[in-house]
C-alpha cells in the first residue's frame, strides 16, 4: 500500500521556522516529481512549492518564494519544505503529494497533476 505521511508541523510565532517532512512507503518515488499543496481554512487547495526527481529542478508559487525551500533525499524516500519567515497567512493543512505519470519539465501545479496525497500536517502561524 503506497502511503505519503507528512510530519513537522505545528504552532509557530510570525517569523518564525518549521520543517516539514514527507515519507513514502509502499513504493519509491525516487524517479517522480514530488510537490507540496496548502489548504487554508475556507480556501481551496493550492500549489506550495514541487521538485523533480533529481532535485536540479524547483519550482514555487509565488507567495512562498524566496521563504520557502523544497528538497529531497532520494535514499531516504522523503521530501522536505524547510518554511522560514513564516506569515499568519501560511497557515493552512500542507499536504505532500506524488506525480508518477511523466515529467515534462513544468512546475505542476494543478491538484489533478498528481497521483497520490498524504493526509497532511497542521501548520498555525500566529501573529
Known amino acids: 500500500q503506497v502511503q505519503l505521511v507528512e510530519s513537522g508541523g505545528g504552532l509557530v510565532q510570525t517569523g518564525g521556522s518549521l520543517r516539514l517532512s514527507c515519507a513514502a512507503s509502499?513504493?519509491?518515488?525516487?524517479?517522480?516529481?514530488m510537490g507540496w499543496f496548502r489548504q487554508a481554512p475556507g480556501k481551496e487547495r493550492e500549489f506550495a512549492a514541487a521538485i523533480s526527481w533529481t532535485g536540479g529542478n524547483t519550482y514555487y508559487a509565488d507567495s512562498v518564494k524566496g521563504r520557502f525551500t523544497i528538497s529531497r533525499d532520494n535514499a531516504k524516500n522523503t521530501v522536505y519544505l524547510q518554511m522560514n519567515s513564516l506569515k499568519p497567512e501560511d497557515t493552512a493543512v500542507y499536504y505532500c503529494a506524488a506525480r508518477t505519470r511523466p515529467y515534462a519539465g513544468a512546475s505542476y501545479p494543478q491538484l489533478y497533476d498528481y497521483d497520490y496525497w498524504g493526509q497532511g500536517t497542521q501548520v498555525t502561524v500566529s501573529s
Open positions: 509502499g513504493r519509491t518515488f525516487s524517479r517522480d516529481l
